[in-house]
């Protein structure tokens, strides 16, 4: 049986399943990728815009279909999906009209020659390994400036995601793309490895947990192929003061449940002031228990089922291990009783250094909330764990707000909002959260070969 299906976490039936990679076919996908590089490095700048704005649109037109698909193979409600299918487009389009200018070759001092230029050219065929939170999302943002840079694309995505998968294929070549340009497989690791050890690719980047990331980036360094690795996150929520606490607490709850909880960036954490913890903790609680859990199909649902059984029961582990160390459980810290992959809402606190929880990521919808005496403390909490890809401070005073956000360990830092992403803003993490950048003109420079062109008449 392959293990690429479409298990409706919602049901936890398996609908479809869908023949993986043959070992026989790794080296002539590599090969096809150099071939599809080849033509599409000469094909004109602007035809390749074409291309993603042409993509853009039928994202747009296919918006059902496609938000649909989601749905059922990992779960997300209709709004969301129907959101990250148009944050898809977005990216698509941002690219197709910022994408030429970024190319635009660059006049240096000539510096004792004629003329000296940088140009920004295509490095080949890249591997894209990819998660199945944002089934959409997590792939445009790789694969959208890449394309329009000249690269070409070997895209494996979550084995849970084949249907999603498939339909990014068809609508690239549909948009345009020629069909050895972006080759969509059903690999395993080991078969992932041998595409990064093949001598014609020149790169890969990962979304996932750090364990896959650890694995990509060593056969990637054993091949002395460029990484870009976009891995796990426990973000802080600092508050500092509120005007309105129950504007705060809805806004965490959202932030905190959305996708129920599986976003890398979600505020996993929060970090609230002594004379604010009582207050917080009791409209977080309220807001929990006050979330519709149910079909995802459903437009009154606000959070569906995890993305999986085993993602559910992972969860509910830790959840549980927590609990047995001591922690105090406010709500949920249960799996539903009903088919498929659903847990309540989970809210808790007492969290200690010693407990597994205070460094793990929990990849579901559990709220921890600390509490701390003072800003030196909201600070050192924050930035005592491996991660380091966001964090929010949420004050009326923005001066105070910014100089604390100046003091966190993580690639983004908001003020008053959190987990903002939008096609033009960089996205990326520090510390064990990975490295390099994903999105806006970051997103186009990763794997470009930035190339020196000087001409002496002597
Ligand atoms: P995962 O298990 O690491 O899977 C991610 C992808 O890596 C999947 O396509 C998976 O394939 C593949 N994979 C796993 N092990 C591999 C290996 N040894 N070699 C090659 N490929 C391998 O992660 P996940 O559970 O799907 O996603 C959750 C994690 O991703 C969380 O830690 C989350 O924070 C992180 N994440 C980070 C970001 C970010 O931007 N920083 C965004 C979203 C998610 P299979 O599905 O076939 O196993």
């Not at 992972?314 to 009783?337: I, N, P, Y």
Request: aromatic share 6%; with cysteine.
């Amino acid at each position: 049986m392959s293990t690429y299906v479409t298990a409706n976490p919602t049901t936890g039936v398996t609908e479809r399943e869908f023949p993986g990679l043959s070992d026989d076919d790794v080296r002539a996908v590599a090969q096809r990728a150099d071939a599809g590089f080849r033509q599409w490095r000469d094909t004109p700048v602007p035809k390749r815009a074409e291309v993603l704005a042409r993509t853009a649109e039928i994202y747009e037109k296919r918006a059902d279909e496609l938000s649909a698909a989601i749905t059922t193979e990992m779960g997300k409600p209709k709004a969301q999906a129907d959101g990250e299918v148009q944050l898809a487009a977005d990216i698509y389009r941002w690219y197709a009209e910022h994408g030429p200018d970024l190319l635009e070759t660059e006049t240096l001092d000539p510096q004792g020659a004629d003329e000296s230029i940088v140009q920004r050219r295509p490095v080949g065929p890249l591997v894209g390994v990819m998660p199945w939170n944002y089934p959409y999302y997590q792939v445009v943002r790789f694969v959208a400036p890449n394309l329009m840079v000249g690269n070409s694309i070997i895209l494996k995505h979550a084995s849970i995601c084949a249907a999603s998968a498939q339909l990014m294929a068809e609508i690239l070549h549909e948009a345009g793309a020629p069909d050895d340009v972006y080759i969509n497989v059903f690999a395993s690791s080991s078969q992932v490895a041998d595409l990064i050890a093949d001598p014609v690719v020149q790169g890969v980047s990962l979304t996932g947990s750090e364990k896959a990331g650890a694995s990509v980036a060593q056969t990637a360094a054993e091949h002395l192929k460029k990484s870009v690795l976009e891995l796990g996150g426990s973000d802080p929520f600092i508050l500092l003061d509120t005007a309105d606490m129950a504007r705060t607490t809805t806004i965490a709850a959202q932030a905190r449940l959305s996708n129920a909880g599986q976003a890398c960036n979600s505020p996993k954490r929060f970090i609230v002031l002594d004379e604010l913890y009582e207050e917080f903790v009791e409209g977080l609680v309220g807001q929990f228990e006050a979330v519709t859990v149910g079909d995802p199909a459903d437009p009154d649902t606000d959070m569906g089922p995890l993305s999986s059984i085993s993602a559910r029961d992972g969860v509910a582990e830790q959840v549980d291990t927590a609990v047995k160390q001591g922690a105090t459980l406010h709500t949920g810290g249960k799996k539903l009783d009903r088919d498929g992959a659903f847990y309540a809402p989970t809210v808790l606190t007492g969290i200690t250094s010693e407990m597994d929880a205070y460094a793990e990521e929990i990849f579901g919808p559990v709220g921890m909330v600390y509490r701390v005496s003072s800003i030196d403390e909201a600070v050192e909490l924050a930035n005592d764990v491996g991660f380091g890809l966001s964090g929010s401070v949420w004050s009326t005073d923005l001066g105070k707000a910014q100089q604390v956000a100046d003091r966190l360990e993580v690639g983004m830092a908001y003020i008053n909002e959190h987990g903002t992403t939008l096609p033009g803003l960089p996205f990326g993490g520090v510390k064990r959260s990975g490295y390099g950048r994903e999105l806006g003109r970051w997103g186009m420079g990763e794997f470009v070969n930035t190339r020196l062109r000087r001409t002496s008449s002597k």
